[in-house]
């Protein structure tokens, strides 16, 4: 199979250690937060979790991203490929998490306030 | 022969067969979709973990304090560091496989070679990281006591500064002894003894006016709560039912059990991606040194193995994130 990588040679391995500096970079980036913990972020609240949390996760996709792009060669695939791949992914995957942490939610607010002792 | 051959008069044409659409080889499609239906699987996983977690969100172990090791420097609390250098290695490994691909592209069996070497390095490294981070979990650091409920309590002192087990406990003579299978004829085993039993714990917990107990429960700013000298005294006599020291599918001294069930379930079930994965590229590492592909005209299989190397890292992005961040 000819591959569109083989066109550009030189810029390759280029590309490669940029996506290294900015997976180094975001990585860093999250254990220094996750070592501070700056107050102002854990006691901001957005969609009932810290805003901490949020940037975290946030910073999570975007490395995500760059490794499925870059060193997993997706943004070379055709369309197609790559819409069969991330779009069912992603689609059964936000759907799972949805359920699974409503309905955890659901069962912590019935520990709390429904009659059934678990701690005794 | 010419007679068998069935000609439909469409080729060339859209739907006239021998279409490749997505212009990737049947090998690299098939890696493709088997990442997708693991990366569903590991999902299911870490969903799974956010349900429990949520389930107990008022009372979940915080992570800064269970993963504080570092190679060397022991008694340093280093929260974070060294999961932090383990991502790196990964990530970095997974710069060497995306290397060893791209000189597989330039027909560059040398570098291939080397790179795949580095690759294979990384991985090892990573492993036995996890191994290591295992072995501390496995092992404990303070020590707690249960209660019948199955909740931690977690001793401190004055300053807030965590106390073990071994620093509280008084030794008390007539306590029972581990039974052996020599003193009684139909005896295999008995319940293993724990280094400190409950009453001794108890007995220095009363001695030492100064030690408070922490419990499980989260307060408002995300610390576990703290209670009086009375409210400790009253918790360890009327709840508490045996120590536990370190972490199994069954007692976790730092708090709920189902978090060590998930941290030993998905990140071994990650390791064991690694470890297949540092499997899978020795095999191509040998073919690629004996010249398989150089002959094939082709380092696809390289591109492929890389395909699953780096979805293993994808993977470790996102229990990085859950396990020890968020």
Do not use: C
């Amino acid at each position: 199979m000819a591959h569109d990588t083989t066109h550009q040679h030189g810029s390759a391995t280029k590309r490669i250690w940029t996506v290294f500096a900015i997976l180094s970079v975001v990585t860093i980036v999250e254990v220094v937060f996750g070592i501070l913990k700056p107050a102002f972020l854990t006691d901001t609240y957005l969609l009932g979790m810290r805003l901490l949390n949020w940037i975290f996760i946030i910073l999570t996709i975007y490395k995500a991203y760059y490794i499925a792009w870059a060193f997993m060669h997706l943004e070379h695939e055709t369309k197609g490929l790559r819409r069969a791949i991330v779009w069912t992914s992603i689609f059964l995957i936000s759907y799972l998490i949805f359920i699974l942490l409503t309905e955890g939610g659901y069962i912590h607010d019935i520990y709390q306030t429904g009659h059934v002792a678990w701690d005794f | 022969m010419e007679a068998t051959v069935v000609r439909t008069g469409t080729e060339g044409k859209t739907w006239g067969g021998g279409n490749e659409p997505l212009k990737a080889s049947y090998g690299k499609m098939m890696m493709w979709f088997f990442i997708l239906s693991d990366a569903l699987t590991f999902s299911g996983f870490l969903a799974a973990y956010g349900f429990s977690r949520f389930k107990f969100i008022d009372s979940w172990p915080i992570a800064d304090e269970v993963f504080t090791h570092f190679p060397f420097l022991h008694g340093v609390d280093a929260p974070m560091y060294y999961v932090a250098l383990m991502t790196f290695i990964l990530i970095f490994s997974s710069v060497t496989m995306v290397l060893a691909v791209d000189a597989g592209h330039h027909m560059k069996k040398g570098k291939v070679t080397i790179y795949m070497f580095l690759t294979i390095l990384g991985g090892l490294v990573f492993v036995g990281s996890q191994a290591w981070e295992w072995k501390n979990f496995i092992s404990g650091e303070y020590g707690a006591v249960t209660t019948k409920g199955g909740n931690i309590l977690q001793f401190i002192d004055a300053e807030g500064e965590r106390v073990a087990l071994s620093e509280i406990a008084v030794p008390i003579a007539g306590e029972r002894v581990e039974h052996e299978a020599n003193n009684g004829i139909w005896f295999d085993a008995g319940k293993d003894l724990p280094t400190y039993s409950l009453e001794e714990v108890k007995a220095g917990f009363i001695q030492n006016e100064d030690l408070l107990i922490r419990t499980q429960k989260l307060t408002e700013d995300g610390q576990k709560t703290i209670l009086s000298r009375e409210e400790s005294l009253m918790k360890l006599n009327n709840e508490a039912v045996g120590t536990v020291e370190g972490a199994n599918l069954v007692q976790n001294e730092y708090g709920a059990p189902l978090f060590a069930d998930f941290f030993f379930f998905i990140t071994g079930f990650h390791g064991f991606h690694v470890f297949s994965g540092v499997i899978i590229n020795i095999i191509i590492f040998f073919n690629v040194i004996i010249g398989t592909y150089e002959r094939r005209g082709s380092y696809e299989m390289v591109e492929k193995v890389g395909l699953y190397w780096h979805f293993v890292d994808l993977v470790w992005v996102f229990v990085f994130t859950f396990f020890y961040l968020v």
